[in-house]
């Protein structure tokens, strides 16, 4: 037995439902912020094995999701620009502005490669030193330090052809704006575990003490699930309101100074482009004037533009927690994983993908 099964422990999960079936007073409408958290909840079963009482809606936490219908266009617009373009592969099929994807850029000539890490399209720079080579840098804090650690190791080397197509974006500030939508009714968030290894837990502090709401980081194991939806309903019982730390073998308050300082070295918060949400002031990072010259928007000379919605999608309204995906009209019919019409379903983190696949 590993550490990691003992958070799968059978026994340790029953004891858990137990306790929160006994202690449950009401309806638990909580909301988990993460993909890799949705797509736990479905493969573990956790879902299926929760009360009715406990309700469970997606949040905006699936980075393919969350980018904005200008973004994946301004992705397609590289692609034409003779770039090679580096990617993870959940981007390759998003569909873009009249269903075009990078993947059938690609097949149509486009120079498009799935790499596994930024450092990947930084070897195919040194590779290629006389192609310009653009890595599409989209998530959220988990990713951007090593993509940031990229670009300072590209001027270390004096790697000149490698630039950053850069819309990350920051969780907490898509949170607070979240919560100022009337129409959402949830009552405590399931806080990603992955963000908060980075981050911290100060940054999430303003969800109990500005909106009054409940969190907990947590991690991806069926136990670490289960564990803070248990504190949810102690916490309410006991009529506390706080956040709280479920992952402390990975979590700790400060996060990790290190990889927020090599953030913070090569990006600065900017207003950012969500999707379902619009525009949110400091949730995004964009490239530092000191690394212009790895700043692929600036080295092409490109701007965001609106773009059309994709007609019927409501991914929109499942980031944001108010549409179950099956109660899209599209759902397993005319979006599917083989064929699908927004990122949810193209995600392996997507609401969508996972619903589908589990058949919840």
């Known amino acids: 037995m590993n550490l990691f099964d003992n958070f799968k422990d059978p026994q340790l999960c029953k004891t858990l439902l137990a306790r929160i079936h006994a202690e449950l007073d009401g309806e638990l409408r909580f909301m988990e912020v993460c993909g890799t958290h949705t797509v736990s909840i479905f493969r573990s079963g ?37 770039a090679i373009i580096t990617t993870f592969g959940d981007l390759m099929r998003v569909p873009g502005p009249e269903k075009k994807t990078l993947k059938s850029a690609q097949a149509e000539g486009a120079r498009v490669k799935v790499v596994y890490s930024p450092f990947d399209a930084l070897k195919i720079a040194q590779d290629n030193p006389h192609d310009k080579v653009v890595f599409l840098g989209v998530g959220f804090e988990t990713t951007a330090p090593a993509i940031a650690a990229t670009v300072k190791v590209a001027r270390e080397q004096g790697i000149s052809n490698f630039s950053v197509l850069c819309f990350h974006k920051l969780v907490p500030p898509a949170l607070d704006a979240l919560i100022g939508d009337p129409e959402l009714k949830v009552q405590a968030f399931l806080l990603p575990g992955h963000v908060a290894a980075i981050i911290g837990v100060e940054p999430y502090r303003f969800l109990a003490s500005k909106h ?27 009529g506390k309101i706080e956040v709280a730390n479920a992952y402390t073998r990975v979590v700790s308050d400060e996060g990790n100074p290190k990889a927020m300082s090599v953030m913070n070295e090569v ?24 690394y212009a010259d790895y700043d692929a928007m600036r080295i ?61």
């Open 46 to 82: 956790v879902r299926s094995l929760l009360s009715d009482k406990v309700v469970h809606l997606s949040g905006p936490g699936c980075p393919v999701c969350v980018t904005h219908d200008s973004e994946v266009a301004a992705f397609l617009e590289l692609a034409g620009k003779n």
């Open 212 to 238: 009054g709401l409940p969190a907990v980081v947590a991690g991806f194991e069926p136990v670490d699930i289960l564990q803070a939806l248990y504190m949810f309903v102690t916490m309410r019982n006991e």
């Open 267 to 290: 990006f600065s918060p900017c207003d950012a482009l969500w999707r379902g949400i619009g525009l949110i002031p400091g949730s995004g990072l964009t490239i530092r004037d000191e």
């Open 300 to 360: 092409f000379d490109m701007q965001l533009h609106d773009v059309p919605e994709i007609k019927g999608c409501r991914c929109g309204d499942v980031l944001k927690g108010k549409m179950s995906p099956d109660k899209c009209p599209l759902f397993g019919k005319a979006c599917t994983p083989a064929s699908p019409v927004g990122p949810c379903m193209v995600s392996t983190e997507g609401s969508c993908a996972a619903y589908f696949k589990y058949r919840i």
